[in-house]
């Protein structure tokens, strides 16, 4: 079986400083990942995915996130955080063809 | 590319009434499509997922009779709340699979708004 923990449901941060969202996924076989943003009222928009090959998956907006198999972690990041990067993300993992959705973290910009 | 749709995008409907919400592929085939339920400050909850052509598969819990899914072709989906109560009223959220430009991977559309009172 797999699942996704997120880790922290709320993050705030200041205009230009780091973002980093935690993920951790359990699997028994090698996972496909992913990180989706979704802004209030809306459906979700994929930010990047990890299927296989190159362990940092770069994705859209600036953000990035780094596979690491022996942590089982999936975090996301982007170096310099914008006003418009207020969101709620969600970490995913492919279970049974479906996705497995952790339970999210809403990030909030000061300025 | 990788274009979902939905509609509508807000409804507000009596008690006792059904409706029925479009999700569309605009730019791939979509082998399969889901259908998700969200909460306020939660996360998705899967619902059923649909195949063209065959019937839904639903999830632990949901009523298939309650929410009818059809998938009569390769971009379109439809969820038919029937009977609709307010306990339904939540945010619906479909997304499809099938793009083979991107192959494992869902795109979501914008969701549905669902009143009911």
């Known amino acids: 079986a797999q699942s996704v923990t997120q880790l922290g449901s709320h993050v705030s941060v200041s205009e230009g400083a780091l973002v980093l969202l935690r993920c951790n996924y359990s699997?028994?076989?090698?996972?496909?990942l992913f990180w989706y943003v979704q802004y209030p009222n809306q459906g979700l928009q994929l930010l990047l995915k990890?299927?296989?090959?190159?362990?940092l998956v770069k994705g859209i907006n600036g953000f990035e996130a780094e596979f690491k198999k022996s942590e089982t972690s999936f975090h996301l990041t982007k170096p310099s955080a914008h006003m418009s990067d207020a969101a709620e993300y969600f970490c995913a993992v492919i279970l049974d063809y479906k996705l497995s959705f952790g339970a999210g973290t809403t990030v909030t910009v000061r300025a | 590319g990788a274009v979902v749709s939905q509609h509508p995008s807000r409804v507000i409907c009596k008690s006792g009434t059904s409706v029925k919400i479009e999700c569309r592929s605009l730019d791939f085939q979509a082998t399969t499509m889901f259908w998700y339920r969200q909460f306020p400050k939660q996360s998705l909850m899967l619902m059923a997922t649909s195949n063209e052509g065959s019937k839904a598969t639903y999830e632990q819990g949901v009523e298939k009779d309650k929410f009818l899914i059809n998938h009569a072709s390769l971009t379109l989906s439809t969820l038919t709340v029937t009977s609709a109560h307010p306990e339904d009223s939540s945010f619906y959220i479909c997304?499809?699979?099938?793009?083979?430009?991107?192959?494992?991977?869902?795109?979501f559309g914008p969701g549905t708004r669902l009143t009911v009172l």
């Open positions: 699997s028994s076989v090698p996972p496909y």
């Open positions: 990890y299927t296989t090959g190159a362990t």
């Open positions: 997304s499809a699979d099938g793009d083979r430009r991107a192959p494992d991977t869902q795109y």
